[in-house]
Structures are given as C-alpha cells and as structure tokens.
C-alpha cells in the first residue's frame, strides 16, 4: 500500500495537520558525528549516501521544495530549494582527489560547495555537492554514467530525511495521493474520476520517462506511478506537491523489493565471492559485562588477522556483542570448527556463542533454518540428484535432497544436517555447478511456508477491510458536508449566486464523470434469498451497516425474500463480494440485482423506520 507517515490515511491521522500553519516537531539536537561514533544510545549508525544517521535523531523540519514556511502551500513550489540543488557522487576512489571532482563537475554549472561526508573502510568516498542553479544538477543526472581519471562514479540526488529512515533509497516508483503535509485549496485534493490515466502520464512526463500508472484499488484518489530511471522518482519526492486539473496531490516514493541499497546492504554476495566481506565476517554473543574489542582481538588473533572490531550494544536486550572481520575466509571457519570459545574478563568468565552473521533483512524465522533452496539461471539438459548432493556435501552432511519437476531440470532444495553449513552455503549465494550459475538462498519447510502464506494473505485482508472501513468514514463525512452545504445555502437565501455552479448551487456528484454511472438504469440493491422467519430486519441492518450507510430495506413475505439498499452503488458492489454470511446464526446467501419498484417506493417509505 502507499507509504502513510504515522500509518493511516490522508487526513485521517496519518499525517501531520498542515491546514493551520507549521506542525510543531521536536527538536534535532544532532551533534557532530565525531562527538558520538555510536549515538546517544549507544548504537553504532547507519550511514546513507555517506551521512551518518542514528536511530534517536528527529527531523526537525521538513526538506522538500515546498519548505517551512508558516504555510506550506502546493502553488508555492521552490525550484531552487536546498534540497532541489543538491547532489552526491558516491562510490569514489580514494586515489580520486576533491580537486578532480569539482573541477570535473563544474563543467555542469557553478558549484557552491564540495564536502567529503565519508570514506568508507579507506576504499570509497562520498562527496556532497551544492550547486548554483537546480538545472546544474539535472543536466549532472542526464549526462551519466560519469568517469573521472577512468573510474566510474555515481551520482544521486538528495532524499528527504523520511525517505532515508524508511529505507526508501532506490525505487522507481511514486504514489500520489490527497495531500497531508500542506496546506491546498478545500474539496481539491486528491484524483477524481475525470482524471484519466493519460493526463497523469502527461502531468509527469516533464519529470521523466513514465512507464505504468495505476490507480489504487483501495483508495479511488491515488496511484501509483512507475519511472523507467530512479532519478526521476528522486526528484518527485523532492518536489512533493503537484496540480493535476486543479486537483492537489502529494507525491511519495514507494518501497521496491528488487531494489538493493549496496551501500547500506553489503551483505549480499552478487558475484559469489568465497573472500566476500560477509564471508570474513564473525558475530560473537553473551559476552562478559566489561569487554572492550581488544579483549576480542586477543580471543581470536590466533587464527588469522583481524581487520575490523567492534563491540557494540544491542538495541534490544542493550547487551554486548562483537564483531569482527578477518583478512581471510578460512580464519571464520577454523574459529567455528574450534568451538566452544569462553572470554575472561577480570574475574567475570563466559562461554560466548560464535557464529556466522545473518544478512540484514533476512527474515529472522530463516535464522535457523537447515533447507537451502537452489535455482539454476540456466537449465540443466537432466538435473541429477547425485551431482546435487556431490557438489553440497563439500560443505558439510547433506540429509536429502529433492529435485522439483516445476520449472524442470532448474530448482529444488537441500536439507543439511548442521545450521552453520546452512548459513555459509546462503552467504555465498552464487554457485558454479555443472557449467550453471546457480543461486542459494535460505528456505523454510513446506508446511512452515504455507502458514506464512495464509497468515500474509489473512493480514493483507485484514489490511483491505481496515482501508475500506476508513474509506467508507471518508465517504459519509463527506455526505454530511455536502448536505449541511446545501442545507445552509437554501435557508441562506444564496441559491445560485454566481450561476449555476456558484455559490448555493447544486454540488456535483463526486462519481457524476464515471461512464459506469448509467443515470438511465435502474439501481441495484443486494437481494437475500430463504430469509429465516425468525430474522429481524433491524439484525441485518445493522449487520451490513459495516459496508456502508444503508438507506433502507424491503421483505416481501409472500416469497421470503429481502432487498436491502446502500446509499451508494460502490458499497452495494463492494458488499456482494462475499456471498456467505452468518447473522444471528443464520446463515444467508447474497446476491446484487436490480431494485424492484414496489421494494424500492416501500423502502422510501420505510427508511426512517428502519435505518434509512
């Protein structure tokens, strides 16, 4: 679904209430990232684009093109904002001086400024550049890929503090929606109907390539909106706010699960490197109260030297842990095939637990998993289980393998006995068996798969009716509004001031502009068949109330049947899609059908009576 800031809706508390003026927000009170390697707390930071960020830091203002003025409005868009002329060359060799860069990329524009914010581990480097003009910065994006004395370097755009703590760094893709950070005009925010899918094509196209617009099923006033370049969806986000026919939306960027962060994602293995990091890399636990990374280093320099350690505490549990990396694979696997290790510390001694690091964003209940699956990018002519298990067992026990038919001669898993043979064999990710690169990756057992996939599908569910339940409150404020509008203008005696669309003139149907809307046709209504005797008309009402404002309801008893009507078309069609129901222990089939006229004239009459 599309990224809510606080989780919920527009304007229904998910967000920040912009139409009185600023917000108020807490204060940064960042210091500099000399003065607390690891954080108020503790924790060691993340780093994007080169920038140290830690967990207790608050964004203190917003940094978008519409800025922090007392009033954040979409007419009032700033092409030259902070954020709008800023740019980061990343991936820089440290042999690459700052003198080449700006002197390279002031062939672009005039550069304001040029800061290192990193370097990382002394292989790469993170510059931030400020330039003049925003269009500096757009003809630097246009003109990649880069090369500066032969080496390739990267550039990216700024992101907005939000983005950065939700991860949102690499996608492509943007959901545009009723705004709630700024302030526009009432009763314009949001798609309509009217809007089609070409005039969103044409609203972005200036912004980049568009290659796919869809509409949100579950919020008739958004979409989604696909790039073919990130660049372009950088540089929406950075703008926020847009008018697409005097409707205002806002613009936020949507999590893409194919899109890796390498610098913030290291731990994946692309190429299969045996000498990979993640591969070098050793996690100790239950450490003494008092240990310091030279305790570490002692403990461990015997097989092999140490590159990196650390010793920081765990967010969670605020317990020590280690972690190191070797300057050689075999280090890591002759330091587990000796275990158990115990550290003294003063007169405090403990065996500590030492084992392989588990990737960041693993799912955890893979942690100590035994099942690995495998996938050929290339079939096999005829996939063997004997050159399967061969080539695994050099790892360590292999208990069994199964070879899946579907897609044929290409997947299927091996169960190990031990779950270190697991995690090497996963970390490694990119095999060479039989002439194929094959992929390993960690997997769950059947039956454990199939739970995840029900309890994914019961929550996503769960999601759906949670969205519609918050659509429908939307749907009937806005009802109320617009009959105390009309209420108001007929006692005013203000009826068709400015014509016929003026002031006291008949407010337009939300969905008067949808081509299903026949005006001809008859309404339908939701028809049950067999109602048992015994069943009041008042249970069923207010048991379908839940899909929307029920205008009335109709039981003829010559046939036993009931014609229950909704205030809208939408949420009759959103009620029949669930055909069974169970009211007061009855159980009762729906269907949607037309509206007969004698139901439809004795439910008007009826309506006050019986909920209408």
């Not at 917003?62 to 709008?84: K, P, S, T, Y």
């Not at 893979?366 to 790892?395: N, P």
């Not at 299927?412 to 094959?438: A, M, W, Y």
């Not at 997997?443 to 199939?450: E, N, Q, T, V, W």
């Amino acid at each position: 679904g599309p990224p809510m800031m606080g989780g919920g809706p527009p304007m229904m508390g998910g967000g920040p209430p912009m139409m009185g003026g600023r917000p108020p927000m807490m204060n940064m009170g960042m210091k500099p990232m000399e003065d607390r390697p690891f954080g108020d707390s503790g924790n060691p930071p993340y780093r994007v684009l080169g920038e140290p960020l830690h967990d207790e830091d608050v964004v203190e203002e917003f940094d978008d093109a519409l800025g922090n003025g007392a009033r954040r409005m979409v007419d009032f868009i700033d092409n030259q904002a902070l954020c709008m002329r800023t740019i980061y060359v990343c991936n820089v060799p440290t042999t690459i001086t700052e003198t080449s860069i700006r002197e390279y990329f002031e062939t672009f524009g005039v550069l304001e400024t040029i800061d290192l914010t990193s370097r990382k581990r002394m292989e790469k480097s993170f510059f931030k550049i400020i330039a003049q003009d925003s269009s500096t910065v757009q003809k630097i994006q246009q003109s990649r890929p880069h090369f500066i004395e032969g080496k390739e370097v990267h550039t990216k755009r700024a992101l907005l503090q939000k983005d950065k703590r939700t991860g949102y760094v690499n996608t492509s893709v943007i959901y545009i929606g009723q705004p709630f950070s700024f302030a526009y005009k009432t009763m314009t925010g949001g798609l309509v109907n009217s809007i089609t899918d070409d005039d969103i094509y044409d609203a972005f196209a200036e912004h980049g390539e568009v290659t796919n617009v869809q509409r949100d099923e579950h919020n008739f006033g958004g979409a989604y909106i696909t790039f073919a370049d990130q660049d372009s969806a950088d540089k929406v986000a950075l703008l926020r706010g847009f008018t697409i026919h005097d409707r205002a939306v806002e613009a936020e960027k949507v999590f893409n699960e194919e899109d890796k962060d390498e610098e913030n994602a290291p731990d994946l293995n692309k190429t299969g490197d045996p000498e990979h990091k993640i591969m070098r890399k050793l996690v100790c636990f239950n450490l003494p109260d008092e240990c310091k990374s030279t305790d570490i280093k002692e403990l461990f320099a015997k097989y092999g030297e140490i590159e990196e350690c650390f010793v920081p505490k765990s967010k969670g549990s605020g317990k020590l842990f280690a972690v190191l990396v070797f300057a050689k694979a075999a280090s890591v696997d002759e330091a587990l095939l000796e275990r158990p290790h115990k550290c003294q510390v003063g007169d405090q001694s403990r065996e500590i637990v030492v084992k392989r690091p588990q990737p960041r964003g693993e799912d955890r209940e893979l942690a100590k998993s035994t099942m690995v699956k495998f996938w050929a990018r290339e079939a096999w002519d005829e996939l063997e289980e004997g050159f399967i298990r061969d080539y695994f067992q050099k790892f360590g026990e292999v208990e069994n393998v199964n070879i899946l038919s579907k897609p044929p001669n290409k997947m299927g898993f091996v169960r190990f006995v031990e779950e270190d043979v697991v995690q090497k064999v996963s970390l490694l990710f990119l095999h060479k068996i039989e002439g194929r690169e094959v992929e390993v990756v960690k997997a769950l057992s059947a039956r454990r798969y199939r739970e995840k996939r029900e309890e994914a599908m019961m929550q996503e569910q769960m999601m759906r009716e949670e969205m519609h339940r918050r659509q429908i409150v939307m749907e009937n404020m806005e009802m109320l509004r617009m009959r105390a509008h009309r209420e108001m203008s007929m006692g005013s005696g203000l009826m068709g001031i400015g014509g016929e669309g003026g002031m006291g003139g008949p407010i337009p149907n939300r969905r008067q502009n949808n081509p299903m809307n026949n005006q001809n046709k008859l309404p339908e209504c939701i028809i049950i068949d067999d109602m048992p005797e015994d069943l009041e008309k008042q249970d069923i009402i207010t048991y379908f109330a839940k899909y929307g404002s029920i205008r009335g309801m109709y039981k003829n008893k010559e046939n036993n049947q009931g014609c229950l009507f909704f205030e809208a078309d939408y949420m009759t069609d959103y009620c029949a899609r669930k055909t069974e129901h169970v009211i007061k222990g009855h159980n009762i089939t729906i269907r949607k059908g037309l509206e007969p006229a004698q139901a439809r004239r004795l439910a008007t009459d009826e309506g006050d009576d019986e909920g209408g």
